[in-house]
């Protein structure tokens, strides 16, 4: 099971130190990946138990994009893993499937493990399965499924940081229509509690999940992994 923690823009490098070398110091079996804010990475000790990972970067190795990070910056940190096609990124920053498909590309020359994220809109739930599967097909143009290091994460984007997670039906019926398809690990994020944990991870094709708010504490969060441990 992999059990992911996304900080967004939460945490400095005071408390991302104490939040990573708690969870170091902790004998976990699941696959724990965490991704800190750029300023935190290279400010906590690096341990096989976590995968450290980057929520976003230019694909690129280095150049001229100012304000941008590259592969250079995130190999300095021994960045392991990256978040491609959120949706804060889709919707807050405009990224384009052309611009995601560049990151893809580029991760995957780098031969690093990419955590790709897709999810429907609420009007696109509204209309039932058959548009929330064409939805999310559309987000895997240009996409190659077959990339060993992929990790697919699917996120309702009507659940993502709003206390509304999808139902345990919803989320079965869309992992099981991805596994038609796609072999690498399926997550489920949006909302996901501690409370939740446990039911989500039990559902059938739920390979782990991909945690934002819950997350932050790192009590919650170890509490979360505990659960993965123990299925
Ligand atoms: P959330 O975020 O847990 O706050 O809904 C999930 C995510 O954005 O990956």
Known sequence: MIIASNFKTNHNRQSTKEFVNFINSQNYFSEVRVYPPFTALGHFELTPNIRIGAQNFYPAQNGSFTGEIGFDQLEEFEVESVLIGHSERRHIFGETQESICKKYDFAKGKESEIIYCVGEPKEIREQGIEA?????????????????????????????????????????????????RIKSPLLYGGSVKVETTKDILSIENCGGILVGTASWSVENFSKMIEISDNI
């Open 132 to 180: 929330v599967m064409s939805y999310i097909w559309e987000q895997f143009d240009g996409i190659d499924i077959d990339y060993d290091e992929l990790v697919v994460a699917y996120e309702p984007v009507w659940a993502i940081g709003t206390g509304l997670s999808a139902s345990l039906e919803d989320i079965k019926e869309v992992l099981d229509r991805l596994r038609m």
